[in-house]
């Protein structure tokens, strides 16, 4: 009977997986190559997969067969019980959403959006209060339908990194706040006075192709299930159980940009190969969270590519494509891809500043949801908090509280999660230097199999089978902290004090 | 109420539209950039799209709709006629055939079709032959199940050129037949000692891209709502009523082949472009027939491409790019794209020797079909025909009848639609020459859009609102005959003669 209920929901996520996959191929081709008059029709053929898949879900007999599989008893470590767990908690959340709060979101993101544009090309955060008003207000009535205990705030933060809470993440950066606004002040200002490091351009994108493709596949990338194209925006994407896309963009006078997004992606891509292709679509053949997610990309461009020994074997390789290099070092790129700098915008901001501008997010959308911050009072409470952490004062809301996105479409508990990444990335790095035999070495000399392999065992092989909190301290064999991150990023500003 | 109907069949018809234009941007991909480990799971993909299209179309109530629509007294040439008129023809045939059948017919021809790949690698009939006395003897039993007058191989003629008769065809290619071995004959003697025609490449792949794009785009291909990706074989493919793909492949010692191949998918393209979109999926957005799709992409690749005019606008724009043709002359590229010379394998032919190729496998296929003609029997008719056709001597199976792959997976009834192609786009061409004003003039000044539009007027917008005979005969002002397409064939003969 149960046996029979589990099969049921078996066969049901395998179709809804079959339409997730299917529409992000179309998202995918969307963002490569869709011709701009298919845009239309191509918002029609996702819609409606994506309509058809959650009514595929939400229907009753999903809730019924959960609730007898369920009741079978089952270990609660095994295969089952970690699929009906996480499919239960998707399911309640998914149906415990009216359709038309769903709608009326929809609606007004859309809007949202649109407004955000408007308001910052003007730089003119008059244009979008209003809407952001309202998307504040569906985001505490959507924490209200899921749920919390602490604070509105909890419930946004799950849906993107399970088992976090708003106390435990405000805990982890407050501990980092100030040690980065000091570790900021020494490097920006160390980094000043520091010429050029890098030979002029321009550096041929298909030469960019060439050495990133190289460096992806000896970090364990398989062009066999997987490739590389070209967007606006990298991202990473899963097609299928064996069908992995990297996107990329090029900038003909800096190589090191497209060569960090490749480790980026690839990081997130490895991640996603490593997951068991047996249970694809289901959680025990799923990523854990956005925060675990991000450790992987984090761990390969930051602890593995923006480091010395990553230079001194990929220098020459480098050199036979880009000539000009030959009147540079190892040293130099690896103090050129380091540079600290104070600035504004987030996705330009070095390793050293970067957790900063999420801190801020958090801090102001956390007091946004729990109702301690007014809209209207949002711009000068981010250009004030943005100068006692960074020490540079905004001068238009362009560079300060418009920039992102991610408010615009509800977006609210995502940004931590790039943090958590960070944190993460340096906990694990640090225990693979303890623990992967051989790791110095092999990193000296671009060998990453071990490295890739100790990742696998201890975190692509487990799906959702722990919770992020359990699995970095079961592979670390310490709690999530931040001081691995502190001392990583301490190293990175002796590179020039 | 019968409004009611046939609302309810256009929303049914769009839903299997979206997933039929889905599953074409899966195929799409699965050409051009899915990774190898990607193909099974695409399998599943593609194959839970068709299983629910099919359902959704076969589905009891589309045959009531269907019914009910009809008795509504529609005017017979409203749009609503055709539509319901078409939807039945289809609905027939989808439920005509029964599912054991159908998934029979699968497994022979996948079974089929790898016998078929073996046997034509070591070149030995006996391997194909137990496979392809089954796939004559399942289309022979489709052909029962689908119904007939005359003869059984009008029912799979009908499948692929609606209301064709093997009667008329055979007729049609009576008359073509001896004047053709004629005509191949004085043009095979008269090329035979001509020199080299093309200066040496390469002509690198890029330059190749930008020609040909420039040629599709003068033709009227628009690159807002079309693209043009590379792949082994090239196809032109409809994703959306405005999101049309082409492709194609590239050789370095000869532009004009894939330059071709790119007037010749244009062709197709520019078809389904001029289709009327709010129509799309429906019968009055589908082209008509295969034999009428394959007229627009001949009447482009060989009436207008293969031309003197054509080569006398391009030639100056072809020299910029490729500078070793400064020594060659539009006359000689012209002579060098219409060289006659006989050959074995039909995908190489010539434009003269190509319907020679057709004849032989209509007769043959006609005379399995019909039983007049065993199996076992074929390799020796195919070598005896050949050889009174083409004047050739067939040495192996592998250059005679195992060189297609059509049989290995059942396409019988299909090869005679390029043949009639052929004589459609001679037909229509020549009357573009009596009644758009200016075309000689438009066309040695690489002016397409006179042509393009008499095309659109006559031949797309109609969709199927006509059968290919009707409209053939109302845009040329005369019934289909081959008569056309010998006075062009032998123009092109009489370039070298």
Request: glycine content about 6%; charged content about 25%.
């Amino acid at each position: 009977m149960s046996q029979s209920a589990y099969q049921s929901l078996l066969e049901r996520i395998r179709e809804i997986s079959l339409l997730g996959s299917i529409n992000s191929t179309l998202h995918w081709d969307q963002e490569t190559y869709l011709p701009k008059a298919g845009t239309v029709y191509r918002g029609d053929q996702m819609a409606y997969l994506s309509g058809r898949a959650h009514r595929l879900f939400t229907a009753a007999e999903v809730g019924e067969w959960l609730a007898e599989a369920a009741e079978a008893g089952l270990e609660p470590d095994s295969t089952e019980a970690v699929n009906v767990r996480w499919l239960k908690r998707d399911y309640d959340r998914a149906t415990k959403l009216p359709t038309e709060f769903v709608e009326e979101c929809t609606r007004t993101e859309t809007i949202g959006n649109e407004a955000w544009a408007k308001a910052r090309a003007a730089s003119d955060f008059s244009i979008f209060a209003p809407h952001l008003k309202k998307l504040v207000d569906q985001a505490r009535r959507r924490a209200d339908y899921l749920g919390f205990e602490e604070s509105r705030y909890d419930a946004l933060l799950d849906l993107h990194e399970q088992g976090a809470t708003t106390l435990a993440v405000s805990t982890l950066f407050d501990e980092l706040a100030p040690a980065l606004t000091e570790l900021v002040a020494q490097g920006a200002s160390a980094c000043e006075s520091l010429p050029v490091l890098l030979p002029e351009g321009p550096y041929p994108e298909a030469l960019q192709k060439q050495f990133n493709a190289e460096v992806a596949s000896a970090m364990g990338f398989s062009f066999e299930s997987g490739r590389i194209d070209t967007t606006t925006h990298p991202f990473c994407t899963t097609l299928g159980p064996h069908d992995h896309r990297i996107t990329n963009r090029y900038e003909l006078d800096d190589f090191t940009s497209s060569l960090y997004c490749i480790m980026h992606e690839t990081g997130h891509a490895l991640y996603e190969m490593g997951l068991p292709a047996d249970q694809y679509g289901l959680p025990c053949g799923s990523a854990v969270s956005l925060g675990v997610h991000e450790s992987q990309s984090r761990l390969w461009e930051n602890h593995i590519g923006r480091t010395l020994p990553f230079w001194e074997h990929w220098f020459h390789r480098a050199c036979e494509l880009f000539p000009q290099l030959k009147n540079s070092t190892p040293e130099k790129l690896w103090q050129h891809v380091n540079r600290v700098k104070r600035s504004f915008i987030r996705v330009e901001a070095d390793e050293v500043t970067y957790d900063l501008h999420i801190i801020l997010r958090f801090r102001l959308e956390r007091a946004l949801i729990e109702g301690d911050l007014e809209v209207d009072d949002l711009p000068a409470a981010w250009n004030q908090m943005f100068e006692e952490l960074m020490g540079l004062k905004v001068e238009k809301d362009s560079q300060g509280c418009l920039q992102d996105i991610h408010w615009s479409f509800g977006g609210f508990g995502y940004f931590c999660t790039y943090s958590l990444g960070n944190i993460n990335a340096a906990q694990l790095m640090e225990s693979a230097h303890a623990i992967v035999p051989n790791l110095e070495q092999d990193l000296r000399t671009g060998q990453y199999g071990g490295m890739l392999n100790w990742l696998r065992e201890n975190v692509h092989q487990a799906g959702m089978r722990q919770l992020p909190l359990d699995l970095i301290n079961r592979a670390t064999g310490a709690p999530v902290s931040p001081e691995a991150h502190l001392r990583h990023l301490a190293d990175k500003v002796s590179i020039f004090v």
